[in-house]
């Protein structure tokens, strides 16, 4: 089974693309994280006084979005997972059966995975809705570490 397209350098590229574009295409969310306090406690009296008071939102800040408009914006994101994919279909520098067994074999198990939880999710709530782009960029990441882990530990 031969589905590497791209030679072993487009890895580096597929890498660069996917950092440059995930940072441009979730540079508004880092930012509102930094502004909200990410990592400041908020005692549940205080957030329960939120609730009850109906206060507003604090603003969200979208300067990226400002800055390159809602289309461009989107399009970053899809630039990156289209690095990520680039690096999934490059070679690797040691191309052999034993690597597209590896490769073949995390990605069953990344299906299965995929499937599993998506099914999970449709038990526990209907009324669930969430993006494609949440399964792609889950399916690609998990494959990725599956087939990194695969491929250190046999």
């Not at 070679?91 to 299906?111: A, C, G, H, M, P």
């Amino acid at each position: 089974m031969k589905t590497q397209i791209l030679p072993n350098w487009c890895k580096k590229l597929g890498l660069a693309l996917f950092i440059i574009f995930a940072i441009l295409g979730s540079g508004d969310s880092m930012i509102n994280g930094f502004v909200d306090g990410g990592n400041s406690y908020q005692p549940v009296e205080e957030q329960l006084q939120h609730i009850e008071h109906k206060l507003p939102p604090k603003s969200e800040v979208s300067v990226f979005e400002d800055y390159f408009g809602e289309k461009t914006y989107h399009y970053f994101q899809v630039f990156s997972f289209l690095g990520i994919l680039m690096y999934m279909l490059s070679k690797e520098k040691i191309e052999d059966d034993y690597i597209n067994t590896l490769r073949l074999e995390s990605y069953q198990f990344t299906v299965l995975f995929g499937i599993v939880i998506s099914i999970l999710l449709y038990a526990f709530s209907k009324q669930i809705t969430l993006n494609i782009d949440y399964f792609i960029q889950l399916f690609m990441y998990f494959y990725l570490i599956t087939f990194f882990i695969k491929k250190r530990i046999y």
